[in-house]
């Protein structure tokens, strides 16, 4: 979802390891990985490096306790009823596997979103055309999660990504794949597995190749927010949410003098701005205001529990004020029958940052 300057330094120092094998794959006995459950520390902490490299942050509510009950979160612990705790663990695994195996082979991701393909291309489009930044550098990629009961796409991924030898991943695929193809995990297509949406700024990685600036959606997150009656509005304001971190990387928008949560913060709610502005604007996706409203509500709520620490988002109120400054100065724009320049906008997004995080008791 988002970048900061620590995670990037901390990425950094990570890097000169990455793509390493564990030691542990040239030892001389091989230790036990009998079960996906217990997959030895180094390869667990070899796909974790890769992810901090790729910068990825995820909406991911089922990664956090979170107290407050909303539409959309009853929705996904309904549909999750019947798992066991073995069963999260592997679904958390199924998670990593489905990211990295969608970001680290972009070409193998497919290009539909299902049901919402016609709303979530035509709003690509249309956002390309509204914002002035190089639109045909940014891919945009479904998150799919059919690949875990596809043995080939398994063994390549647990290779690639937790650096173990081929014969192992092999184990490990056929393993994942006859436990994914059940009921319960709906074959593999459980909606928690794609509950996702995020952007990458793109980043070349030593051994492997480039990974391209991307906009990956997440099959579950669409359903979800179909299945609580915003399948109207949330493409589109998901996309524009994500297409606004690519105005941040692109016109560098993400160094200020804040750091920490209130890096994160700002970056977030600029996000939320630039998606209330296109959203509602005349030249954009022409939305009633109380539409939108009702969407980044259910996002805010979303974000309000998934996101702590460095990668915080703004109470559900700070962002509910950021989109609804971003649908004001639409209005105001239309009136003179423009698009602000991005730079503009966010230079008197700055200017209004203070008043949007006042506290509001
Ligand atoms: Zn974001």
Redesign the pocket.
Known sequence: ??NTIASRVAVAVTALTLLTPPGWAQAESTPDTGTLLALPAEATAHANQLQARLDI?A?DPSDYVCSSSTPIRDWLAASKADWTAVDHNLANLAQQVVLLDTVLFPDDAGTGFGAFTTPVTHAFRDLGRFWDIDSSRIRLLPLRSTMLTDRTKLTRIFTVGWGFPEAISKSLADQMATLMDTDKFDHGRHPGFTFNA??IGGLEIPGFGTVPPEIVMGDGVLAGMRAVGLGDVAPQAILA??Y??HVQYQRDLFNSDLTGPEASRR??LM??AFAGYYLTHARGATMQWKRVQQFVEVFAQL?DCSFAGDSH?GTPNQRLHAAEWGYGLANDAQKQGHVLPTLTFASLFDRQLPTLVAPDA
Do not use: P
């Open positions: 979802m988002r942050e909406i995020f952007a949410h994500e606004g971190h970056t977030e996000a939320d974000g988002h």
